[in-house]
């Protein structure tokens, strides 16, 4: 099946520092990518849609200046928490699609200190 | 509103019962539903979708319009089938994306 690829898997940050994670198709291209949030023992929240070569389409409540979102080719979108603080901890997973099945990556582990 | 419930956050069940995990939706356009499972310390997988109509690891599901439902059943659950199942729907309005219900975890009892 098709892959996705996240990167880091886990990252500690201090508060008031910006962290990157990026989100790769191995295998196929997505124009379209979704970044979940994921709250521990708690369901996927959509965060965004980051389209290909366009801006990211942000769900209600999510602040876009928050969580930057960059879909630079169409194998990579990364996500970047901006000054980030310890509310922002949580599991960032994302996803792509292709042939209308959604295929997730690993996940991404974020504490912030 | 769109929206996804699953109403039960953990349902034990013995091995060898029937199992169904229940699901039900809010959304006004023509629905496309999926179930993924989440296996301990793997990533979401795809389980099945209304669309396919097929059957994956003994499991179906049966979208119900009336009822506005897609419950998931087994008809005799197996210890591997415990994990973290989401119901999911996609929404295609001017947007295209798919939101998750808050899942149930299914913990099959020997």
């Known amino acids: 099946g098709a892959v996705v690829s996240q990167h880091p898997s886990w990252v500690i940050c201090k508060s008031g520092t910006s962290v990157k994670i990026e989100c790769r198709s191995l295998d196929f291209q997505a124009t379209t990518m979704f970044w979940y949030r994921q709250f521990p023992k708690q369901s996927l929240m959509l965060m965004a849609t980051?389209?290909?070569?366009?801006?990211?389409?942000?769900e209600q409540g999510v602040e876009k200046d928050k969580f930057l979102i960059n879909h630079a080719s169409l194998t990579l979108s990364t996500l970047t928490v901006t000054s980030a603080h310890p509310e922002d901890s949580s599991f960032y997973i994302c996803?792509?699609?292709?042939?209308?099945?959604?295929?997730f990556g690993e996940g991404s582990r974020l504490t912030v200190l | 509103a769109q929206r996804v419930t699953q109403p039960e956050k953990l349902l034990s069940v013995f091995k060898g019962a029937p199992v169904e995990l229940k699901c039900n939706y809010s959304?006004?356009?023509?629905?496309?539903l999926f179930w993924y499972v989440q296996y301990s310390r793997q990533r979401l997988q795809l389980l099945l979708r209304?669309?396919s109509r097929e059957s994956i690891k003994g499991f179906t599901a049966d979208l119900n319009k009336g009822e506005t439902s897609f419950h998931l059943k087994k008809p005799f659950a197996q210890e591997e089938d415990s994990a973290m199942y989401y119901c999911?729907?996609?929404?295609?309005?001017?947007?295209?994306?798919?939101?998750f219900g808050k899942g149930t975890r299914l913990h099959i009892l020997p």
């Open positions: 209304h669309i």
């Open positions: 980051s389209n290909e070569g366009s801006k990211a389409t942000y």
């Open positions: 959304y006004s356009g023509s629905p496309e």
């Open positions: 996803s792509a699609r292709r042939a209308g099945e959604l295929f």
């Open positions: 999911a729907l996609r929404i295609m309005n001017r947007d295209d994306k798919i939101i």
